[in-house]
C-alpha cells in the first residue's frame, strides 16, 4: 500500500555522489557537500569519511545515539573546529581557511543546545544583534546621530518585529529574554540564527525540553521558516516524531560514521539503525 507523502516533503531523488535530494533543487547547486570530512582529537577518530549532500530546500535530518558526533559535525560545518581532512562546499564554495564569522557570512547560522541568548537584554536587542550586518550606517553617523542612523535602526526594528511574528511573539519584543518561558527561549534563538539571513539553518536539538504541543508547533513553524525562506535546514534531533515527521533526508551517525542515509521510510526499517539505537537482539 502506497503512503500518502506529506505535502510539504518532495520527492527524493538519488545522485550520482549516492546522496539524494529533493527532486525540486535539482537544477541548482547543493546548499551544502561534505566529501569524506574527519576530524581527530588526539587518537580519537570524532567523525570519519563523512559524506552529505543537502539541497537548496531540503529540510534535512541527522541524529544518532548520544556521543556519536552529530555536533561535533555542526561544530566542523561552521568552522568551530578546523577538519583533520575532507572538503565542505557552501553553495559550490570551497571553505577551507574559512572562520566562524566568514562561514555566517556565507550563509550560515546554527542555534546550540544549550540556549545561548543574551538574557539580559530584550528581545528585540537579542535580534537586533543578528541584524547588525544588515545596518547600514558608519561609525560616524551613529555617533553623531545623524538621520541615516536612525533610518537604519527603525528599518531593523521593522525587521526584527517581522521575524517575531513568525512565532507570534511581536507582544514580547521589549522582555528580558532570560525571562521568558523556555520553549519561547529557543524559538527566540532560531529567530535570532534567522536574522543572520542565512541558507542554510542549523538547529541543534531545537525541540529538547518542550512539551508535545510546542514539539507540535516547532514542527510547522520549520516548514513555515523553510517555504518563507526557500532557504535548507539541517537539525540535530532525538525527538524521532519530529525527524520522521518533517524531514526529507536523513543522515544517521554512529561512533562518528554514517551508518545510513534514506528518507524517514528508509531510515525507520532499517535493521543497521534500529540496532544502533536499541543495540543487538539476544
Same mark, same amino acid.
Given at each position: 500500500m502506497n503512503e500518502k507523502r506529506p505535502s510539504h516533503k518532495g520527492k527524493m531523488v538519488p545522485l550520482p555522489t549516492n546522496s539524494i535530494i529533493p527532486e525540486r533543487d535539482?537544477?541548482?547547486?547543493?546548499?551544502?557537500?561534505?566529501?569524506?570530512?574527519?576530524?581527530?582529537?588526539?587518537?580519537?577518530?570524532?567523525?570519519?569519511?563523512?559524506?552529505?549532500?543537502?539541497g537548496r530546500t531540503e529540510i534535512a535530518g541527522l541524529i544518532g545515539p548520544n556521543g556519536a558526533g552529530k555536533t561535533t559535525v555542526f561544530n566542523l560545518l561552521t568552522k568551530v573546529y578546523q577538519p583533520t581532512r575532507g572538503t565542505i562546499l557552501l553553495d559550490g564554495v570551497d571553505t577551507a581557511g574559512k572562520t566562524t564569522a566568514q562561514i555566517n557570512h556565507m550563509g550560515v547560522a546554527r542555534t546550540f543546545q544549550n540556549i545561548r541568548l543574551f538574557g539580559n537584554m530584550s528581545v528585540m536587542e537579542n535580534i537586533l544583534v543578528g541584524l547588525h550586518g544588515e545596518m547600514n550606517y558608519s561609525t560616524l553617523s551613529g555617533v553623531l546621530r545623524l538621520p541615516s542612523f536612525f533610518r537604519s535602526e527603525r528599518i531593523a526594528r521593522e525587521r526584527a518585529m517581522e521575524l517575531l511574528s513568525i512565532f507570534n511573539m511581536e507582544d514580547t519584543a521589549e522582555a528580558l529574554a532570560g525571562s521568558l518561558p523556555y520553549g519561547a527561549q529557543?524559538?527566540?534563538?532560531?529567530?535570532?540564527?534567522?536574522?543572520?539571513?542565512?541558507?542554510?539553518?542549523?538547529?541543534d536539538e531545537p525541540a529538547a525540553g518542550m512539551n508535545p504541543s510546542e514539539t507540535?508547533?516547532?514542527? /510547522?513553524? !520549520?516548514?513555515?521558516?523553510?517555504?518563507?525562506?526557500? *532557504? #535548507?535546514?539541517?537539525?540535530? =534531533?532525538?525527538?524521532?516524531?519530529?525527524?520522521?515527521?518533517?524531514? /526529507?533526508? !536523513?543522515?544517521?551517525?554512529?561512533?562518528?560514521?554514517? *551508518? #545510513?542515509?534514506?528518507?524517514? =521510510?528508509?531510515?525507520?526499517?532499517?535493521?543497521?539503525?534500529?540496532?544502533?539505537?536499541?543495540?543487538?537482539?539476544?
Open positions: 535539482l537544477a541548482v547547486t547543493p546548499i551544502l557537500e561534505c566529501r569524506h570530512l574527519g576530524i581527530d582529537f588526539g587518537g580519537l577518530r570524532a567523525v570519519d569519511d563523512f559524506n552529505l549532500t543537502i529557543r524559538r527566540l534563538e532560531i529567530l535570532r540564527a534567522l536574522a543572520t539571513n542565512p541558507s542554510l539553518l542549523l538547529l507540535a508547533e516547532l514542527m /510547522e513553524n !520549520i516548514v513555515k521558516i523553510r517555504d518563507t525562506f526557500h *532557504i #535548507a535546514v539541517m537539525l540535530i =534531533e532525538h525527538d524521532m516524531n519530529l525527524v520522521m515527521g518533517i524531514c /526529507e533526508g !536523513i543522515c544517521v551517525l554512529n561512533f562518528g560514521q554514517v *551508518i #545510513a542515509k534514506g528518507t524517514a =521510510e528508509d531510515i525507520q526499517s532499517n535493521p543497521v539503525v534500529i540496532e544502533a539505537y536499541l543495540g543487538k537482539q539476544q
